[in-house]
């Protein structure tokens, strides 16, 4: 499914905690919403050419090995779906992945980045979908 990016990704929540106790947390999960979208002269876009929509990944995983460290929290973007106006609830798992993927992304940066700062040591993770 083609797609047009409205907004940049934004990272809604990032946060980082160094965990007394090992506890291993893997939840990440993808939301679909349709939203309006208002042009700069604050006129609503009927969307004709597709349906808006706002991507989320939420997320709370330990992704060293360890289970030392928690990572969470909330990545979103508009986009516009070309030919498409349902509800986004109907989309296919590729759809779903090729959407969430470039989210999914920034969190394997943020997490590399932070963890090079916070440990000295960079933490690659590698999400694979699992719709």
Same mark, same amino acid.
Not at 79 to 103: A, F, I, K, M, N
């Given at each position: 499914?083609?797609?047009?990016?409205?907004?940049?990704?934004?990272?809604?929540?990032?946060?980082?905690?160094?965990?007394?106790?090992? #506890?291993?947390?893997?939840?990440? !999960? +993808?939301?679909?919403?349709?939203?309006?979208?208002?042009?700069?002269?604050?006129? #609503?876009?009927?969307?004709?050419?597709?349906? /808006?929509?706002?991507?989320?990944?939420?997320?709370? =995983?330990?992704? &060293?090995? &360890? !289970?030392?460290?928690?990572? %969470?929290? +909330? !990545?979103?973007?508009?986009?516009?779906?070309?030919?498409?106006?349902?509800?986004?609830?109907?989309?296919?798992?590729?759809? /779903?992945?090729?959407? %969430?993927?470039?989210?999914?992304?920034?969190?394997?940066?943020?997490?590399?980045?932070? %963890?090079? =700062?916070?440990?000295?040591?960079?933490? !690659?993770?590698?999400?694979?979908?699992?719709?």
């Amino acid at each position: 499914m083609e797609f047009n990016k409205q907004t940049p990704i934004i990272v809604r929540a990032f946060h980082y905690d160094l965990l007394d106790e090992p #506890e291993e947390k893997n939840e990440v !999960n +993808v939301a679909i919403r349709q939203v309006v979208a208002t042009g700069e002269d604050g006129v #609503e876009d009927a969307g004709e050419a597709g349906g /808006y929509y706002e991507v989320a990944v939420v997320y709370d =995983v330990t992704p &060293d090995e &360890d !289970n030392i460290i928690e990572i %969470s929290g +909330v !990545n979103t973007q508009v986009v516009q779906l070309l030919g498409y106006h349902g509800d986004g609830q109907d989309l296919d798992q590729e759809t /779903y992945r090729l959407l %969430s993927r470039p989210l999914v992304e920034y969190i394997e940066t943020l997490t590399y980045e932070v %963890s090079q =700062v916070a440990l000295d040591e960079p933490i !690659n993770l590698d999400f694979e979908p699992n719709f």
